[in-house]
C-alpha cells in the first residue's frame, strides 16, 4: 500500500511540472511571437525616423551646395586670369593676338588630347553591360519563372512599330497610376504620417517593450530548465522513496515471522496429534 501510495505521488508530481512546463513553453512561445512581430514596427519607424531627419537637412545641403558653386566660379574665374596673364606675359615678345592664339592653341591641344584619349577608353567599355551575361541572367530568370514554357526568342531585342511603342508607353502609364493609388490607398489606411517628435517618442517606447521581452524570454528560459530539474529531482526522489518503502515492507514481514513462529509451531503440533489420535480412534 506504501509503495503504491509513493507512485501515486510521484505520478502526481510529474503531472504537475510537465503541466507548468507547458505552460512554460506556451508562454515562451507567445512571447517570441511578440517581439517577431514588433520588430519589423521598429526597423519601418527607424527608417521613417531618418528620412524624416535628411529632409531636415536639405536646407544644409543646399546651402553647401550654394557655396561650392560659388566657389566653382571663382576656380573659372582663376583659370581665366592665369589664362590672361600668360598671353599678357607672351605679348612682350611678340604682339598681343599672337600671344592669345599661341596660348588658346595650347589649350586646344591639351582638350583635344584628352578628348580623344577619353573617348579611346570609353569604346572600349561598350557595351556597358556584358550582354552575354545580361542575357544569361534573363534567361534564368525566364526559366525560374514559367519553367520549359519559357520561350528564348523572347530575350532577342524586338522592333517595335509606333503603335506598339504607343501602346506599351499607355500601359506603363497606366500601371504607374495604379501603383500610386495602391500607395496612396495603403498611406490612407495607415493614417495621417507621424511627426518626427511622435517617431522618436515611438520607437523609445517600442525599444522598452522589446527589452522587456527579450528579459521575459530569457526569464522564460531559464524557468524552462528549473522545471527540467524539478522533474528529474522529483524522479529521483520517488524512486528513493519507493525504494525505501519496499525495504521497509521486507522487514516488517520478517519481524512478524520471528514473532510468531513459536505460536504457529505449537499450533501445527497440536494439529498432529490430533489427527493422528482420530486416526487410532476411527481404526479401532
Keep these: 500500500m506504501e509503495a503504491v501510495t509513493v507512485t501515486e505521488k510521484q505520478n502526481d508530481v510529474q503531472l504537475v511540472v510537465a503541466e507548468d512546463h507547458g505552460a512554460g513553453a506556451s508562454a515562451l512561445l507567445e512571447t ?71 596660348v588658346c592653341g595650347a589649350l586646344l591641344l591639351v582638350l583635344a588630347i584628352s578628348a580623344l584619349i577619353a573617348y579611346k577608353k570609353f569604346q572600349k567599355l561598350l557595351p556597358l553591360l556584358p550582354p552575354q551575361a545580361k542575357r544569361g541572367v534573363r534567361h534564368d530568370l525566364g ?44 498611406e490612407a489606411e495607415q493614417g495621417p504620417k507621424p511627426t518626427e517628435e511622435e ?28 522545471a527540467t530539474h524539478a522533474v528529474d529531482a522529483a524522479k529521483d526522489k520517488a524512486r528513493h522513496t519507493v525504494g525505501q518503502a519496499a525495504a521497509d515492507a521486507a522487514s516488517d514481514f520478517t519481524e512478524t515471522v520471528k514473532d510468531r513462529w513459536k505460536p504457529a509451531t505449537v499450533f501445527a503440533v497440536s494439529t498432529a496429534t490430533v489427527v493422528v489420535l482420530l486416526r487410532k480412534l476411527l481404526q479401532k
Excluded: C
Design 32 to 102: 517570441a511571437k511578440t517581439a517577431a512581430r514588433l520588430l519589423p514596427r521598429q526597423l519601418n519607424d527607424e527608417i521613417s525616423l531618418a528620412k524624416l531627419e535628411l529632409e531636415h537637412k536639405k536646407d544644409r545641403v543646399g546651402g553647401v551646395v550654394i557655396f561650392a558653386a560659388v566657389a566653382l566660379v571663382f576656380a573659372a574665374l582663376l583659370v581665366v586670369a592665369l589664362v590672361v596673364a600668360a598671353i599678357a606675359g607672351l605679348a612682350t615678345v611678340m604682339p598681343l593676338w599672337l600671344s592669345a592664339l599661341v
Design 143 to 186: 526559366i525560374i519563372k514559367e519553367g520549359r514554357a519559357f520561350d528564348p526568342a523572347t530575350l532577342e531585342k524586338q522592333e517595335l512599330s509606333r503603335e506598339e511603342k504607343k501602346a506599351r508607353k499607355v500601359q506603363q502609364t497606366q500601371e504607374k497610376m495604379k501603383a500610386n493609388a495602391e500607395r496612396a490607398a495603403k
Design 199 to 226: 517617431l522618436v517618442k515611438r520607437t523609445a517606447a517600442r525599444r522598452d517593450h522589446l527589452l522587456n521581452l527579450r528579459e521575459e524570454i530569457l526569464i522564460e528560459a531559464d524557468v524552462k530548465k528549473l
